[in-house]
């Protein structure tokens, strides 16, 4: 889409491109604390006289916010985003990926599309959600730990769920260029560890070969991704419209000369469907059991496959049955059908009972790359939607 002279010159947009270079200048890469960001974002939504919540982690090393404006006793909308961001090597970026660099219509750094520009385009707006009287409230929501498996969220959400009343939607703002997604993949991280028997490779016939049964068992995997593809089930609003599954991490063996007796490797299963994932995940290491222990313990009692869940996130389902969505469709920017990559949607929705969609500036492609950047006109387009919001709060 090509930057609207009205957008572009959004009233608000400088404010924007400013709170963004602040955000982008904490290094808040999932592996360090966001606590200084953290900080930043409550001493702003202090200033403006919202009602704030921090929520510390177990290691006390990473928080959440959650700020509200407008009144408690009715339901609201939650904006969401991550304060964190994936790792960036500086030496395969044209600029500093942690000081904001603006070339032509693009800002580039790590987190201006994932997701830092929402944040930003939110506290942009924030002062005038602010003035006067909402009808009802925002809740504003930023989380730690998304990259990792949406580790934050769930406290959120819950914090939200307990409120006496909870929040009717949550727009998670995740780069969608400014389209409505409703729905998205779920996923499930899996670390398998394959327990063989060694030794000496000249007597292999006698061991367990751990790097052999890892290799049968991503086989097995890789077929079952084929099924889903030939069979399904399908929802075609998915650009890949069905699961996928796949290995993106394998280890194993230490020499030429030795049979390896232990393998890990790691997995993941991308649903489409809220409910079907651990389900389908069971049947997975059923049928790689039954296929490959007893063959395994023969020669060796003590083999094993070890299963262990890295993380997973649930689907995020379809909001627009919702009321609050109906209400709310009239100022809603166009569908963009649903998306395969990972969204704190589904953690709202099944942690908090509060119904999701995506709506957020800047494109997935950009994401979690070098040169990171947003277009300033995403920008622009996320502040005019947020305006046609400000009002509609206030009816
Ligand atoms: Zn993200």
């Not at 009233?11 to 930043?40: G, Q």
């Not at 919540?53 to 009144?71: C, F, H, M, Q, Y």
């Not at 399904?232 to 609003?237: I, K, M, Q, R, V």
């Not at 909001?319 to 709310?328: D, S, Y």
Request: glycine fraction near 8%; aromatic fraction near 8%; include cysteine.
């Amino acid at each position: 889409m090509h930057a609207s002279a009205q957008t572009q010159h959004h009233p608000r947009l400088d404010a924007a491109v400013s709170h963004l270079a602040d955000l982008i200048a904490f290094d808040t890469t999932s592996a360090y604390s966001n606590l200084a960001i953290i900080e930043h974002l409550r001493r702003f939504f202090a200033a403006l006289g919202a009602d704030v919540t921090v929520l510390p982690d177990a290691s006390g090393e990473k928080a959440n916010l959650i700020a509200r404006l407008g009144p408690a006793d009715v339901p609201g909308i939650v904006l969401s985003g991550h304060t964190d961001v994936v790792p960036a090597n500086p030496k395969s970026w044209t600029s500093d990926p942690f000081h904001m660099q603006q070339r032509g219509s693009r800002l580039f750094g790590r987190g201006t599309c994932d997701m830092k520009g929402f944040a930003a385009c939110v506290m942009a707006a924030a002062p005038a959600f602010a003035e006067g009287n909402l009808s009802r409230p925002f809740y504003f929501c930023f989380s730690h730990d998304e990259e990792v498996g949406c580790l934050g969220a769930p406290a959120i959400a819950k914090h939200l769920a307990a409120l006496d009343v909870p929040p009717a939607l949550a727009i998670i703002g995740e780069p969608s260029e400014m389209q409505l997604i409703n729905g998205q993949k779920g996923k499930i991280a899996m670390e398998v560890t394959v327990h063989g028997d060694g030794g000496h490779s000249s007597f292999s016939p006698q061991h367990v070969n751990a790097v052999e049964y890892a290799s049968r068992i991503i086989a097995m995997i890789g077929e079952r991704s084929r099924r889903y593809q030939h069979e399904g089930p399908f929802d075609t609003d998915f650009s890949v419209p069905h699961a996928t599954t796949l290995a993106t991490i394998i280890e194993g063996g230490v020499a030429t000369n030795v049979t390896p007796d232990a393998c890990r490797f790691i997995f993941e299963l991308r649903s489409i469907d809220q409910d079907a994932s651990q389900a389908d995940m069971q049947a997975l290491i059923a049928d790689v059991e039954a296929a490959l222990l007893p063959e395994m313990q023969a020669l060796a009692p003590n083999a094993s496959i070890e299963w262990q869940e890295v993380f997973s996130y649930p689907a995020m389902g379809d909001a627009t049955g919702c009321e609050m969505f109906k209400q709310l469709e009239p100022i809603l920017p166009a569908r963009g059908g649903k998306v395969s990559y990972g969204s704190e949607g589904g953690v709202f929705e099944i942690d908090g009972g509060i119904p999701s969609i995506i709506i957020g500036p800047g494109s997935i492609r950009q994401a979690h790359k070098p040169d990171e950047f947003i277009e300033m006109d995403q920008l622009g387009q996320c502040l005019a939607f947020f305006d046609e919001l400000d009002t509609w709060m206030r009816r």
